[in-house]
Every structure is written in structure tokens, then in C-alpha cells.
């Protein structure tokens, strides 16, 4: 059983729907939640970071974890075709990221 | 620079060729790490430097893999005697600090053996 457990999807929405992606987890050590996004034939790039339980808002974007549950969610509102890309949760150990497997998101206009 | 820069893009050799990949972190950046990434997977650590020590080499497949960051800046992995399941895309990573500090990744070199 892999670490870190993501749907791959991949998820089709409108324009302007809410998306909503999760991941779980095994390790307890795991001690900050990240969502990257990427973009064909580009790097992961960083979009949300977390420590601590609760929700974490930053624009269309809203990052929740539950370490309880070891579960983590990212919410994209009023998404736009820009926002087609993949979507990676992953986690830190000291300095060691253990990513999901990505989902993979299209919002068509 | 700006960001991670990774060279080359694309690197295609011939099976039981040596290959040396190259990263130069965003500039002041202590810390480095060295991650692969297969299709439709998230990336897997390889290795970890800061400064120019390396830390932790524990995701390195076997002894044909190394890695060197010797003046604590840019960094290169090198595969010996690759072998055709060694392709894969190579992603190298930067943060300020280790621990908690978010990694930056560069765009990544995409590596065939044929």
C-alpha cells in the first residue's frame, strides 16, 4: 500500500464549477500538506502549504487538512479552462516529499 | 535565476551509455533534491543535498546512480551504465532551508535509453 493515496481521475467539469480533489495518507510523520500543480511538459508547481488541521484559503483556492482522518482536500472554485492541469497532493517528512499520483483535471469552457 | 533551471530537456542515449544530468537551484537556496518521476505517477526522492553535503542518498536505486553538488550551488546526477528502465523523467528541487521549508521544482529532463 503506497504512503500517500490519490484518485487519478481524471475529472471533466464546466466552466465556473467547484472542484474538488483529496488524498489520503498512512504516515503519521507526516508533518506539512502541499498541492502542486502541473502543467503538460512543466514541473509541479506549488499552490498550497499546510501544517495544521483546518482550512487554508488563498483565492479561488482552498487547501483543508484532517490529521485526524489523514485526510487532506483542495477546493478550486469558479474554475476556468486555466485551471486544466494535474493536480499532485504531497507530503513532508523532515525534507522528504512523498507525492500522490496525481489527478488529472479538465474544466471546459 | 528566476527558477530551477534543469538541462538538458531531453536527453536520449544509447543503453550502457554514462549520463550526467545537471540542476541549478533558485539562487540562494541552501538545499537541493534530486526526485524521478514516472507517467502517471508523482515524483519519488532520490536524494537530498544542503549546502554541498549530501544528506541523504537512501531513494537512489542502486550504485550506478550518484549525485554531487560540490560547491554548494548547481548539482549533477549521473547514471552509469544506463539501462532502458532507468528512462524516466529526472525533476530536481530547491528550498531555502531543509525540514519544513516548500521545494521548488524545476521543468525536469526527460530521459530515454534506448
Known amino acids: 500500500q503506497k504512503e500517500v493515496e490519490q484518485d487519478p481521475g481524471p475529472l471533466s467539469v464546466p466552466e465556473g464549477a467547484i472542484v474538488s480533489l483529496n488524498c489520503t495518507y498512512s504516515?503519521?510523520?507526516?508533518?506539512?500538506f502541499m498541492w502542486y500543480r502541473q502543467y503538460s511538459r512543466k514541473g509541479p508547481e506549488l499552490l498550497m502549504y499546510?501544517?495544521?488541521?483546518g482550512n487554508k484559503e488563498d483565492g479561488r483556492f482552498t487547501a483543508q487538512v484532517d490529521k485526524s482522518s489523514k485526510y487532506i482536500s483542495l477546493f478550486i472554485r469558479d474554475s476556468q479552462p486555466s485551471d486544466s492541469a494535474t493536480y499532485l497532493c504531497?507530503?513532508?517528512?523532515?525534507?522528504?516529499?512523498?507525492f500522490g499520483a496525481g489527478t488529472t483535471v479538465t474544466v471546459r469552457a | 535565476g528566476a527558477g530551477v533551471s534543469q538541462s538538458p530537456r531531453y536527453k536520449v542515449t544509447k543503453r550502457g551509455q554514462d549520463v550526467a544530468l545537471r540542476c541549478d537551484p533558485i539562487?540562494?537556496?541552501?538545499?537541493l533534491y534530486w526526485y524521478r518521476q514516472a507517467l502517471g505517477q508523482g515524483p519519488e526522492f532520490l536524494t537530498y543535498?544542503?549546502?554541498?553535503?549530501?544528506?541523504?542518498k537512501s531513494g537512489l536505486p542502486n550504485d550506478r546512480f550518484s549525485a554531487e553538488r560540490p560547491e554548494g550551488s548547481i548539482s549533477t546526477l549521473t547514471i552509469q551504465r544506463t539501462e532502458q528502465r532507468d528512462s524516466a523523467m529526472y525533476r530536481c528541487?530547491?528550498?531555502?532551508?531543509?525540514?519544513?521549508?516548500?521545494?521548488?521544482f524545476g521543468d525536469g529532463t526527460r530521459l530515454s535509453i534506448l
Open positions: 528541487a530547491s528550498s531555502q532551508g531543509g525540514g519544513d521549508q516548500p521545494q521548488h
Open positions: 504516515n503519521s510523520a507526516f508533518q506539512y
Open positions: 499546510t501544517y495544521s488541521s
Open positions: 504531497a507530503m513532508l517528512n523532515d525534507y522528504k516529499l512523498s
Open positions: 539562487s540562494g537556496h541552501v538545499s
Open positions: 543535498f544542503n549546502y554541498e553535503a549530501q544528506q541523504d
